[in-house]
């Protein structure tokens, strides 16, 4: 079926909100549970007041086609039910209706802009989430809203007050092994956050190019809700790019217990993560930041052939010698804090 065989015009202008409510309605009908149906959605913005449209249960297919709220409240502009198993839904993108004039964290960013209450092996392909409260929100509190082994890709998730993604999960329902891959988030109040309820957020993994945190302060990277039994065994890895807050912000923080998750990052400092033990960070060849105490300063571990000569350094710091040999130190440490610190050798190798 085709929305515009519903009178949608997708314009950017005119309030499309009838049309779609028919053009769902429609498709909706025309599928089951086991083989679905299929809207199409051609290319144009199409303007739709927040909470008016049914929840969604047929595909929908729309590369070239985007959404915009016309209703500044904090309600779903789309809402999908895909219990089903198999359901697939494309766009090119999902906006607010202040868009394209916020580019930073601002309050009159509104509207959740895809809200999923229920999810068997779908597709999710969208190009672009932006100036939302909340870009993806996978949420199961409603009654067997389980969601689970979906694929969702998006291109870039930019400027959403709350939360890029948000996973919910209910008294009962999990939000279990799904996989998103991400191209580029950028200005999220938290790029990813988790809440975790009675049941489990478990076995999701986030495949992330590009996170960037550095354009306003107190913005999070990754944002944990919950406790070890609840919020478990998720993965999270940042490819190539990933710049740290500013001001009280956080590229990892986490509920206390939380514990189990594996994070997979470029270097990052440690002053801008907060986490419990039990949690594995692997930096892989990167320099890493070791968290301390009030009376153990952090301390900073790196490899190279030589000590640093450049940057301030704590007493503690330690450099290992990437390039070993006879007669050659293991390794240094830094005995004195300053720009660079005084770095003595650890033991000679024989």
Known sequence: MNVRDFCAVGDGVTDDSAALINAI???????????????????????????????????????????????????????????GKG???????VF??????????????????????????????????????????????????????????????????????????????QVETNRFEIEYITNCGSAIRLNANAAELVNNHFDINSLDLHVQANQFGFNFEGTAATNTKNKFVVSNSLTAPSGTGKIITMAPGVANNYFELPYIDFRHVAMDAG??????????????????????VLHRSAPPIAGYWVRGDICWNNRPAAMTPFGWICTISGTPGWWSPMGILS
């Open 96 to 173: 607010g209706p202040n868009y394209p004039s916020s580019h930073r964290v601002t309050a009159n960013q509104f509207s959740t802009g895809i809200h999923v209450i229920r999810a068997d092996h779908a597709t999710f392909v969208v190009g672009l989430l932006e100036g939302l409260q909340v870009g993806l929100h996978f949420n199961a509190q409603v009654i067997n809203g389980h969601i689970a082994q979906c694929k969702i890709t998006i291109n870039s998730l930019l400027h959403c007050r709350y939360a890029g993604v948000l996973c919910t999960s209910g008294a009962t329902s």
């Open 87 to 93: 359901r697939t839904l494309t766009l090119r993108g």
């Open 279 to 300: 949690n594995v960070l692997n930096l892989g060849t990167h320099e890493i930041n070791v968290p301390g105490s009030a009376d153990i300063p952090a301390r900073s």
């Open 25 to 83: 309605r429609a498709a909706n009908a025309a599928g089951s549970v086991e083989s679905g149906s299929a809207l199409y959605v051609p290319p144009g913005v199409y303007k739709v007041r927040t909470n008016a449209l049914p929840i969604i249960t047929c595909s929908v297919y729309g590369p070239e086609a985007s959404i915009q709220s016309l209703t500044q409240d904090d309600n779903a502009i789309l809402t999908v039910d895909y219990a």
